[in-house]
Nanobody, 113 residues
């Protein structure tokens, strides 16, 4: 399982940085992604980054969220700016596409209005 961290309670317009450290020796060749699941909704892809550093984002977060990776630290990050109440969800990291056995508990992000 992968463990995401860095979530918390933030006001609208605030920022957070999520982190996910992966203890896999092959991390550098794995495409990674952040997903989120809001209460009562299906889990959705938020942002993805290839092993080479190419990124793509869900339309709803473009320009506000930035995914990055540090292969030397086996870590993937999600910088979240200009947060909105609709960003409230549990955020997970996983490969892209996701591996079932890699889902962790996620980290809760709550954006207050």
């Amino acid at each position: 399982q992968l463990q995401a961290s860095g979530g918390g309670l933030v006001q609208t317009g605030g920022s957070l940085r999520l982190s996910c450290a992966i203890s896999r020796t092959f991390f550098s060749i794995v495409d990674m992604a952040w997903y989120r699941q809001a209460s009562g909704k299906q889990r959705e892809l938020v942002a993805a980054i290839t092993s080479g550093g190419s990124t793509n984002y869900a339309e709803s977060v473009k320009g506000r969220l930035t995914i990055s990776r540090d292969n030397a630290k086996n870590t993937v990050y999600l910088l979240m700016n200009s947060l909105k109440p609709e960003d409230t969800a549990v955020y997970y990291c996983n490969s892209a596409p996701p591996i079932t056995g890699w889902w962790g508990q996620g980290t809760l992000v709550t954006v207050s209005s």
